[in-house]
T-cell receptor
Framework: DQQVKQNSPSLSVQEGRISILNCDYTNSMFDYFLWYKKYPAEGPTFLISISSIKDKNEDGRFTVFLNKSAKHLSLHIVPSQPGDSAVYFCAAIDGEDNDMRFGAGTRLTVKP | DGGITQSPKYLFRKEGQNVTLSCEQNLNHDAMYWYRQDPGQGLRLIYYSQIVNDFQKGDIAEGYSVSREKKESFPLTVTSAQKNPTAFYLC??????????FGSGTRLTVV
């Protein structure tokens, strides 16, 4: 049972435009959400997070939006840069058992 | 510099052999985790350990074993019972359970 879903396996955008990566979840006990960025043959690196008590968190070019009623979060990257090309994983933490669940990832390609 | 070291980066194993993947951290993190990544599957939890000398099975523990004799070390053994061991393995650690630091991964290939 996949509790965190990233339904788009890939996304391609032009440099300078906005990239929007989406993530849906099913477990209402998730209270903390994270985005990780992963380059090939490397471990994921933390990008940005949001607590369930907030609906938006911004860090430079990266903004994460959380819609609890829809059980949906999204990562916006603006402006997108070629160096942003990577696989992005959405992750969620269940506050009861501290287990972190990952989505399948979305491969973002930013074209110059 | 603090971090997590996984070794080796690439590993080849013959069918029927056990193999151990190393994971060492100097972050003084209590919790450590092993994940497996397969294409289109995201990261799936194999085993995790919250404290020394204690560990729990994750979602896909069958065919794997771990030990946690030291806080810094959490080796993963892929046994011959694991039916499809070819994958990318990631080790992670966490201080408070919120946000992990990952190693650079080990790609295991069964030949």
């Amino acid at each position: 049972d996949q509790q965190v879903k990233q339904n788009s396996p890939s996304l391609s955008v032009q440099e300078g435009r906005i990239s929007i990566l989406n993530c849906d979840y099913t477990n209402s006990m998730f209270d903390y959400f994270l985005w990780y960025k992963k380059y090939p043959a490397e471990g994921p690196t933390f990008l940005i997070s949001i607590s369930s008590i907030k609906d938006k968190n911004e860090d430079g070019r990266f903004t994460v939006f959380l819609n609890k009623s829809a059980k949906h979060l999204s990562l916006h990257i603006v402006p997108s840069q070629p160096g942003d090309s990577a696989v992005y994983f959405c992750a969620a933490i269940d506050g009861e058992d501290n287990d972190m669940r990952f989505g399948a990832g979305t491969r973002l390609t930013v074209k110059p | 510099d603090g971090g997590i070291t996984q070794s080796p980066k690439y590993l080849f194993r013959k069918e029927g052999q056990n193999v151990t993947l190393s994971c060492e951290q100097n972050l003084n993190h209590d919790a450590m985790y092993w994940y497996r990544q397969d294409p289109g599957q995201g990261l799936r939890l194999i085993y995790y350990s919250q404290i020394v000398n204690d560990f729990q099975k994750g979602d896909i523990a069958e065919g794997y074993s771990v030990s946690r004799e030291k806080k810094e070390s959490f080796p993963l053994t892929v046994t011959s019972a694991q039916k499809n061991p070819t994958a990318f393995y990631l080790c992670a650690s966490s201080f408070n359970g919120y946000g992990y630091t990952f190693g650079s991964g080990t790609r295991l290939t069964v030949v």
